[in-house]
C-alpha cells in the first residue's frame, strides 16, 4: 500500500513558504510485531514546529532536511500486528505528515471517542490545553479579582487561559489580531476586556482595559505586544513566558526594552517553561479540563480545513492569524 508523506525540503529562512516543503510518496512495509498501520485523520500544525526547522539547539531536536515533518496527529488502526491495538481503534502519537504510517503500539496512546470528540486531545484537552493549565495555574496562580492579560489570547492555548482564568476568579483581558477574534473572546468566552493589537492604540487601550494594572501576564507573543503590557504591571506580577511567535520568522534578533529593571521595582517574576516540563502531572490537567468541559465552563473552537495537501499552508497560516482555537487539518474520515 502507498502513503503520501511532507518532508522539510529546505530550512525556511524568515516566514516558512510552501517550497520550503516536499511531497513524497512511497510503499509501505509491513509491521512488525507490537506495530500498527495507522490511517492519519487529523493533523495538528502548532507554532513551535517552526522552531524545529531551524538547524539550531532548542528543547526539541530540529527536523532533519529530507525528514517526514513530525507533530501532533489521531490515527485510526488500518491493521494491526499488535496485541493492545484494534483494528479500528483511535490514537494519537507524534507521528509523521503522512496518509498513512507504520508506529509501535508503544508510542501510541489510545482515545475513546465516546468520551470527547477525538479532536479535542489535540487542543482543549490535549498539548496547548494542558499547556495553558500548567502555565496559569502553576506560574501565573491568579487570584479572584486579579487582572490577567493574555496575548495570542484567541488561539489554541490563548482561549483555554482565558477560560481557566475566569474560574479561577479573575478579571480577563485577551489581546488578539481581529475584531472577530476579539468578539468570539468577548462574547462567548465572557472576557472581561479585549484588545487588536493590529488596529488600537496598544498601549493606550490596554491602559484603559486594565485600570487596576496587569497582576498576570500570560505571553504568547513576545515582541511589543509584550513591552507594551510590562509597562502596565503591578508589584509582584507574574509572567509566565509560554510563546514569543512575534520572533519565530524574524531574520535577525529583535532587539527590545530591557525587562529587568520593571521586573526588579515590581518584585515581579517572569518565568518561561516548556509543557514537558509538568509531564509527570499531565494526567491532572486532563482531568480537571475535561471535567470543566463535560461541565460546561470551558468552551473550545477548532478552525479546521480538509486535505492533506492543505497542512504547509495551514501551519504557515498559523503565523497569519488565520485560526480561532486550535488550527487542525482534517485528513481523512474515520472507517467504521
Ligand atoms: N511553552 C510551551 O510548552 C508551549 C506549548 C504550546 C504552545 N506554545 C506557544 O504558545 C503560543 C500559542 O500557541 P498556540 O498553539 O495556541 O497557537 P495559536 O495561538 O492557536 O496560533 C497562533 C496565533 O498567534 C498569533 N500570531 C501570529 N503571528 C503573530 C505576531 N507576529 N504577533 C502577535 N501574534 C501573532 C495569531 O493570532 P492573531 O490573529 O491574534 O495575531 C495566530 O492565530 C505560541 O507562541 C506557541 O509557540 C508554547
Given at each position: 500500500?502507498?502513503?503520501?508523506?511532507?518532508?522539510?525540503?529546505?530550512?525556511?529562512?524568515?516566514?516558512?513558504?510552501?517550497?520550503?516543503?516536499?511531497?513524497?510518496?512511497?510503499?509501505?512495509?509491513?509491521?512488525?510485531?507490537?506495530e500498527v498501520v495507522l490511517k492519519s485523520l487529523y493533523i495538528s500544525v502548532d507554532p513551535y514546529m517552526r522552531?524545529?526547522?531551524?538547524?539550531?539547539?532548542?528543547?526539541?531536536?530540529?527536523?532533519?532536511?529530507?525528514e517526514v515533518i513530525?507533530?501532533?496527529?489521531?490515527?485510526?488502526?488500518?491493521?494491526?500486528n499488535s496485541t493492545e491495538?484494534?483494528?479500528?481503534?483511535f490514537v494519537i502519537g507524534n507521528l509523521g505528515w503522512a496518509t498513512y504510517q507504520i508506529a509501535h503500539e508503544d508510542a501510541l496512546r489510545k482515545i475513546d471517542p465516546s468520551q470527547a470528540p477525538i479532536t479535542t486531545h489535540l487542543g482543549v484537552i490535549g498539548m496547548p490545553g494542558i499547556t495553558a493549565y500548567f502555565g496559569l495555574l502553576d506560574i501565573g496562580k491568579p487570584e479572584p479579582g486579579e487582572t490577567v492579560v493574555i496575548s495570542g489570547a484567541a488561539g489554541a492555548v490563548g482561549t483555554v487561559v482565558g477560560q481557566i482564568a475566569k474560574i479561577a476568579g479573575a478579571r480577563v483581558v485577551g489581546i488578539a489580531g481581529s475584531d472577530e477574534?476579539?468578539?468570539?473572546?468577548?462574547?462567548?468566552?465572557?472576557?472581561?476586556?479585549?484588545?487588536?493589537?493590529?488596529?488600537?492604540?496598544?498601549?493606550?487601550?490596554?491602559?484603559q482595559a486594565c485600570p487596576d494594572g496587569v497582576d498576570v501576564y500570560f505571553d504568547n507573543v513576545g515582541g511589543e505586544v509584550s513591552d507594551a503590557v510590562l509597562r502596565l504591571i503591578n508589584k509582584g506580577a507574574r509572567i509566565p513566558v509560554c510563546g514569543q511567535i512575534s520572533l519565530y520568522n524574524l531574520k535577525k534578533p529583535d532587539?527590545?526594552?530591557?525587562?529587568?529593571?520593571?521586573?526588579?521595582?515590581?518584585?515581579?517574576?517572569?518565568?518561561?517553561?516548556?509543557?514537558?516540563?509538568?509531564?509527570?502531572?499531565?494526567?491532572?490537567?486532563v482531568?480537571?479540563?475535561?471535567?470543566?468541559?463535560?461541565?460546561?465552563?470551558l468552551?473550545?473552537?477548532?478552525?479546521?480545513v480538509e486535505g492533506f495537501e492543505k497542512i504547509p499552508e495551514a501551519f504557515i497560516g498559523l503565523f497569519k492569524g488565520e485560526n480561532i482555537g486550535k488550527y487542525i487539518v482534517k485528513v481523512a474520515e474515520p472507517s467504521n
Open positions: 500500500m502507498k502513503t503520501k508523506q511532507i518532508r522539510l525540503a529546505e530550512r525556511p529562512v524568515g516566514m516558512p513558504n510552501e517550497d520550503n516543503f516536499k511531497w513524497t510518496e512511497e510503499d509501505l512495509r509491513a509491521p512488525d510485531t507490537g522552531g524545529r526547522m531551524n538547524d539550531q539547539k532548542s528543547y526539541v531536536e530540529p527536523y532533519g532536511l529530507d513530525s507533530g501532533g496527529v489521531i490515527a485510526q488502526v488500518h491493521q494491526s491495538l484494534e483494528e479500528g481503534d477574534k476579539l468578539a468570539y473572546l468577548k462574547d462567548e468566552l465572557k472576557f472581561d476586556a479585549v484588545v487588536n493589537y493590529k488596529t488600537d492604540d496598544l498601549f493606550e487601550s490596554l491602559k532587539l527590545g526594552i530591557r525587562v529587568q529593571p520593571n521586573l526588579l521595582v515590581n518584585s515581579a517574576m517572569m518565568k518561561g517553561f516548556i509543557v514537558s516540563d509538568y509531564g509527570a502531572h499531565f494526567q491532572d490537567a482531568t480537571d479540563l475535561a471535567k470543566w468541559l463535560q461541565e460546561g465552563r468552551q473550545y473552537k477548532e478552525t479546521v
